[in-house]
Every structure is written in C-alpha cells, then in structure tokens.
C-alpha cells in the first residue's frame, strides 16, 4: 500500500492569503501546504480521499491521469469544492464511483445540485457513481484490500475516518469516539488531524493528538491539516519519534 499526501493544508491552505507570518513567507516547500487530500493504491487500484479545493492542482502535480473510486469524509468546502475537477477524468475514463454516509450525500446532492438534477442533458457534468457506505461496515475494492468506515467528531458534527488494511486516515476531529479508538488498533501507518498547539473547537492541537498517539500505539504517525502556526522545521521538535508533520508530496509505504 501506498499513501501519498496530496495537500496537507488546513481549510485556507499555506500559506494563508494576506499573511505575511514566519510561515507564510517560508521558503522550505514543506511549509507550502494545499488543503487536505490523500491518494492511496494498493492492488493496482487509486482511491483518492476527498477532493479538496486544489484537486485539480494536486492531479496535475502528481501526475493522476486515473481513478478507480473516491471517498468522502465530510462536505466542508476544504473537502470537496474540488468535485467538479474529475471530469477530465470522466472523459477519458467514464464515471466514478463515490463513496460516503447518507449525512454527506444529503450535502454532496444540495450543494452539487447542477450535478444530481441537471437541467439539460449532454456533456459538461462531472459522472458519479454514488454509493452509500456505513459507519462499521467494511467494504473491499480488492481481496486483500478492506476499507472500514469509522465515525470522528469534529466538534459536533460526525465525520468519516477510514481504515485501509493497517493504514488509517484520520482527519477533522476534535474528538474519537470509544468504539473508532478500537478500531484503530494496530495500525502500521496513522494519519492524523493536528491544527496547530493552540486549543481549537473543532480539530486536535499537539496536545490532545499526542494524547490520541499515546494510546492507539501506532508504529508510525504523520499528522495533517496543519495551520500556518506550524513550520516545519522550527516545530518538527514537538513531536517524539514515531511521529511526524505530513508535508504535500510525501509518500508513504507499507513495511
Ligand atoms: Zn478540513
Ligand atoms: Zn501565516
Ligand atoms: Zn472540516
């Protein structure tokens, strides 16, 4: 299995438009952060994680000329203002099946109305496929490639997190309920939500995410959404081994 980090930004991206922060003014690449995506393969198939508002930047700058599915963890503009960007994909490709609850159905139909009641036919339109996947139901897009549905909250609303075999994407939650918190057990690979060190409403600070860590035991952890508060190199050394600021472009490997 293979994870790549397609934007590690939180929802204004990195830098923040107007900023002129320590950050924002960087020239490390890794504190160049486009909003949160990632790409898993494994099996010979792409699955991509939400399609973040700089979809269609992140396909061109690595590279993804194919999909085989898409998965949405809740419909913040972050997360999926992106959507209209899969029909060059469709084009070449024909539909693309897409994966969430009925919670973010119900968002991704109102808000992609032009999309689910067109009012003319023909080209022009993105083509999904839509299924609808619960909380504790594993599904498989390969024998030996299982994806489990998992519930987080951020702040109040419920978000899906998913479990990729012993890979885990965990992103916008301030807090994990019991039963996702066993279902994250033995994990080769954690992504985690992580804003900044400040206390936040609606996502985990280095703290609360440590907390997490600590408990869930993970050999390795890349943690992600990361506001401009956080530069890499001047803040790489909050973290113990093991654990570590995701930055785009990063690729993950199983083993
Ligand atoms: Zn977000
Ligand atoms: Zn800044
Ligand atoms: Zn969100």
Known sequence: ???????TGTSTGVPAIGCECETCTSDDPRDKRLRVSVLIEHAGLKVLVDTATDFRQQALRYGIKHLDALLITHCHADHI???DDVRPLNFRHGALPVFTDARAWCDVRRIFKYVFEPSYTGGGLPQLVPHEIHVGAP??????FQITPLEVLHGRLPVLAFRFNDFAYV????????????ALQNLDALVLDCLRVRHHPTHLNVEQALKIIEHLRPRRTFLTHIAHDIKYSRDAKLLPEGVIW???GLEVDSG
């Open 171 to 182: 992103t916008d939650l301030s807090e994990i309920p019991p039963a996702t918190m066993d």
């Open 139 to 144: 599904f498989c897009f390969a024998p030996d």
């Open 1 to 7: 299995m293979k994870l790549t980090f397609l934007g």
């Open 246 to 248: 995701a930055y785009d």
């Open 81 to 83: 203002f992106g959507l």
